[in-house]
């Protein structure tokens, strides 16, 4: 994994391997197999995406068009078995359109509600930051609570339930950036990168071997819900001591304290790295979480939490530069 002196990004988790033999634990790493049947170079991206199943979390897709950030989130709810729906996010489209509405119904004189696309369990949000803040923020209630409240009425949402949010972080007119408290409620933040020259070989040669990423024909179900369930339970209960919890206290304070930070993680971001280090641990046959998880899961989990002052932004500074440096600079318990 990684030691004090810096984090691994996600982009490039990779488990370890079990050390304690469990049959959910390797159904729920065989998706990892199955999603790269269609995706090929974004192992860790996939990663990711279990562990906030994992930590019944959302995740932020960042990434240039063209990387699979589509067809990586279609596929993972496939190899899952779960049903997922896709909202493209436009200038136009409003809160009813994602959370549902009251319709009339012209045959009994009343109105119904008519779900929206967020009654699934794998919600595809492509281009979130392409919509305004009226209707994003239509998704808050619904990623925090597990619910959509219409008319006085609260509708519990399917379980599990998963927020998957692209973006495009070179594009900007046209776009509107997320609020900090929406932004603050995804668990990870996953930068997708280019391929390697290798990945992209293989992306050409699937290709032309006739693959068709609109079908998706190769990918099947390995896992169900009932075994999602069993793995959310298992990874929830990985054990975790003090001096952890006093590790990670340490690591949230810094960024507070950082001269670089205007706003640094506050006590939510903490528990979200705790859940994401348990799940992280839990996928390598962990039976309690070490350093290391935690060091390995602070970047994706805290660089969209935290504002940088404007002179730092102006010297180029990057938020993964400043939690590495957190990372090098708070004591490790032993």
Not at 118 to 144: G, H, S, W, Y
Not at 179 to 207: G, I, N, T, W, Y
Request: aromatic fraction near 4%.
């Amino acid at each position: 994994m990684t030691d004090a002196a810096g984090a691994a990004p996600a982009e490039q988790l990779v488990p370890e391997g079990g050390r304690e033999p469990d049959s959910v634990r390797e159904a729920m790493n065989r998706v990892r197999i199955e999603v790269g049947k269609a995706v090929v170079g974004q192992d860790g991206a996939v990663t990711g995406l279990l562990i906030a199943v994992l930590a019944r979390g959302h995740v932020l897709l960042e990434g240039v068009p063209g990387v699979a950030k589509t067809l990586l989130v279609r596929s993972f709810s496939r190899a899952l078995g779960l049903d997922t729906k896709r909202i493209q996010f436009t200038p136009d489209l409003m809160p009813g359109d994602v959370s549902g509405s009251l319709v009339y119904d012209a045959r009994t004189g009343e109105f119904e509600f008519r779900d929206g696309p967020v009654f699934t369990n794998i919600v595809l949000a492509d281009e979130i930051n392409r919509t305004p803040p009226k209707t994003q923020a239509a998704l808050l209630e619904a990623m925090e609570e597990r619910q959509v409240s219409a008319d006085g009425v609260t509708r519990p949402l399917p379980d599990p339930f998963l927020v998957a949010a692209t973006q495009n972080p070179i594009e900007h007119e046209g776009t509107y950036s997320l609020p900090e408290a929406q932004l603050d409620r995804f668990l990870l933040k996953l930068v997708v990168d280019v391929p390697s020259r290798d990945a992209e070989l293989a992306v050409l040669q699937r290709h032309a071997a006739g693959f068709d990423p609109r079908t998706l024909a190769d990918v099947h179900a390995v896992v169900g819900i009932d075994e999602i369930r069993a793995a959310q339970r298992a990874a929830a209960s990985v054990a975790v001591t003090d001096d952890l919890l006093g590790y990670l206290v340490d690591l949230a304070r810094a960024t507070r304290q950082s001269p670089s930070v205007q706003l640094g993680v506050s006590p939510r971001a903490s528990t979200a790295l705790l859940a994401a280090a348990k799940a992280w641990a839990w996928l390598g046959g962990y039976p309690a979480i070490t350093p290391d998880h935690v060091q390995t899961m602070l970047v994706p989990t805290w660089r969209h939490r935290i504002r940088l002052r404007p002179e730092a932004e102006l010297e180029g500074v990057s938020v993964d530069a400043i939690l590495t440096s957190v990372l090098q600079q708070t004591r490790v318990p032993i």
